[in-house]
């Protein structure tokens, strides 16, 4: 690639997606660039979870090759993970906005504080998404869906170049998906790329691409999104 705009963030070739000593998953060859928005779909079984590990190299690939930008190592903040939630994620001992300020830990290094504009990041997340009544309250006496609508602020809470979402619309409302959806479009309107675990269709639909799993896998580019 001639240019650090077009340079791709991940390409994936001959890439089989698994935990070790299982069986791969075959995922068709496809590119993440800088500024793309790529939706992760298929039924349920067909490994999007899987290769979202993968790519956020918490498993390691099972075959082939997934290149990575050597971008994303300049800094820890560089790529953000929200994964779907678990039980041990419902016993954080902290409170909301700690939650949230805490995705911007590795762009803290070593000073003790956040500065003003992450404090105020944090809190302007917590304003789009409708949560601010929150901000004080511990964390582990949420319900699922307030718990899931943190833990997307938290996902937001510093400058990333690449964006790793798994089904984050789920136990959300239609009013906050909705908020979360247009901060993901702002996010990559500035140049984040997005790369989306989801079932659902509105978020599908702003995708520029789709990489779909299972029956009929391919990588293509988005009609929807080009019919616009």
Known sequence: MSTKENEALLRAQGLEAGYPGAAGIAIPDFEVCHGDYICICGENGTG???LMKTIAGLIPVAGGVLERCPCLAESKAAVGYLPQQSPLQKDF?????????SGAQALRGWRAFYTFQERRRAERILERLGISELAARP???LSGGQRQKVL????L??????LLLDEPTNALDAESSAAFLELVDELNAKGTAIVMVTH???AASRAHSILRLGAGAAFCANGAKEAK
């Not at 997307?152 to 996902?155: F, G, I, P």
């Open 93 to 101: 001992p902290a409170s909301v906005i700690e939650v949230v300020r």
């Open 157 to 162: 809470a510093a400058p990333r170049k690449l």
């Open 48 to 50: 999007k979870t899987t």
């Open 200 to 202: 659902d269709p509105d």
């Open 152 to 155: 997307v602020a938290r996902a």
């Open 139 to 141: 964390y582990r006496e």
